[in-house]
């Protein structure tokens, strides 16, 4: 689906020696976004962290991107999602906004999906990849944290 005339996708990326690297990006919430801004984050990510480490740090990002626009903007590309990824030393901080609803992360973030359901992974994927995890009071905004050992 062509992004809506109305709404365009702005990324901005900066790197600097002392405090690492970030994106930030206003996206429209279809999918082709979820994709943009994952190969900008494999690209910027290669250099810094090891095939292992960026594969849970994409997983997560994918996650908390595809969520806020399936499931937070109903896929409406007039809706924007906002994204923070910031990386420095061994530290992955990853902010995802949309304008939907927000859901009861409280009373789902125990919740393990049923093995044959196509969907209701999200919250089990941040609880295994995550270091942290943080949802705002509305359920439409969440920052995850990853912190990587030494060497992985």
């Excluded at 990324?11 to 976004?33: H, K, M």
């Excluded at 595809?66 to 061994?90: E, K, L, Q, Y």
């Amino acid at each position: 689906m062509p992004v809506s005339a109305s709404f365009q996708q702005s990324i901005e990326c900066t790197t600097d020696a002392r405090t690492g690297w970030q994106i930030r990006a206003v996206l429209p919430a279809i999918l082709d976004s979820v994709e943009s801004i994952s190969a900008e984050f494999r690209s910027r990510s290669k250099c810094t962290l090891p095939p292992r480490a960026g594969f849970a740090a994409e997983l997560l990002l994918r996650e908390a991107l595809t969520n806020a626009v399936i499931h937070g903007s109903g896929a409406n590309p007039a809706m924007p999602v906002h994204c923070a990824i910031r990386m420095r030393d061994r530290k992955l901080i990853i902010a995802v906004a949309d304008c939907g609803p927000g859901f009861d992360w409280r009373g789902r973030y125990g919740w393990t999906a049923d093995i044959a359901s196509c969907s209701g992974r999200g919250l089990e994927i941040f609880r295994k990849f995550a270091t942290r995890v943080r949802f705002n009071a509305r359920g439409n905004a969440v920052t995850i944290v990853k912190v990587f050992e030494e060497g992985v």
